[in-house]
């Protein structure tokens, strides 16, 4: 089992910034693609975007976000980051970290892939 810890929402004027982490526990997180989710009250939770096992190589992001979130890993840290910018009130959700415990060398965007979730952070856009 690993455990996700995610940090780092907030409250956040619509154009803005924000970085969010989720700390994984286990000395194999390097072979682990992982991925952050997304749930906006009344909505099904939806993919934002996944990054691959090891160096990262393959990324892969939902339409609404491309060209404005990027995903990264820091396996020293056993950390992955979103980082998002040009925020808008419909990025506000309950953000959620996924790790799959079967490597891939390509990001993965289904939550059924996925089978350890962290307990989400909040972000809310204000317009």
């Known amino acids: 089992q690993v455990q996700l810890v995610e940090s780092g929402g907030r409250l956040v004027q619509a154009g803005g910034s924000l970085t969010v982490s989720c700390a994984a526990s286990?000395?194999?997180?390097?072979?682990?693609?992982m991925g952050w989710f997304r749930q906006a009250p009344g909505k099904e939770r939806e993919f934002v975007a996944g990054?691959?096992?090891?160096?990262?190589?393959?990324?892969r992001y939902v339409d609404s976000v491309k060209g404005r979130f990027t995903i990264s890993r820091d396996n020293a840290k056993n950390t992955v980051y979103l980082r998002m910018n040009s925020l808008k009130p419909e990025d506000t959700a309950v953000y959620y970290c996924?790790?799959?415990?079967?490597?891939?060398?390509?990001?993965?965007?289904?939550?059924?892939?996925?089978?350890?979730w962290g307990q989400g952070t909040q972000v809310t856009v204000s317009s």
């Open positions: 990054i691959s096992s090891a160096s990262g190589g393959s990324t």
């Open positions: 996924a790790a799959s415990r079967v490597a891939s060398a390509v990001a993965l965007s289904t939550s059924r892939e996925y089978d350890n």
């Open positions: 286990g000395r194999t997180f390097i072979r682990y693609p």
